[in-house]
């Protein structure tokens, strides 16, 4: 059974860092691809950055390039997202998810809130 289990979420002020963490287990994790995802309330979830099983320079959607940056520890079976000068418009429950080689992202873990005050 796969299993994320993020954590590191929290209250911080415009200009603040936190490190976001997910733990995966029950999966071959060098095969799989993982992705942390953002939903604000009202809006529609975002892929916000995307490592590949495969290696190779990490995917960042604009909004949080020079900024965030993803990470994974193969011996650990575990990703992080630390995310600096944060901004309040980053504010949004933050989901860790993987996907197996180049498919669709199929596990999800339970969401972790960041909250970006001004």
């Known amino acids: 059974q796969v299993q994320l289990v993020e954590s590191g979420g929290g209250l911080v002020q415009a200009g603040g860092s936190l490190r976001l963490s997910c733990a995966a287990s029950?999966?071959?994790?060098?095969?799989?691809?993982m992705g942390w995802f953002r939903q604000a309330p009202g809006k529609e979830r975002e892929l916000v950055a995307r490592?590949?099983?495969?290696?190779?320079?990490?995917y960042y959607v604009d909004s949080v390039k020079g900024r965030f940056t993803f990470s994974r520890d193969s011996a650990k079976n575990t990703v992080y997202l630390q995310m600096n000068s944060l901004k309040p418009e980053d504010t949004a429950v933050y989901y860790c998810?993987?996907?197996?080689?180049?498919?669709?992202?199929?596990?999800w873990g339970q969401g972790t809130q960041v909250t970006v005050s001004s």
């Open positions: 998810a993987a996907a197996y080689k180049g498919s669709e992202f199929n596990y």
């Open positions: 029950g999966l071959t994790f060098s095969r799989y691809s």
């Open positions: 490592i590949w099983w495969s290696g190779g320079n990490p």
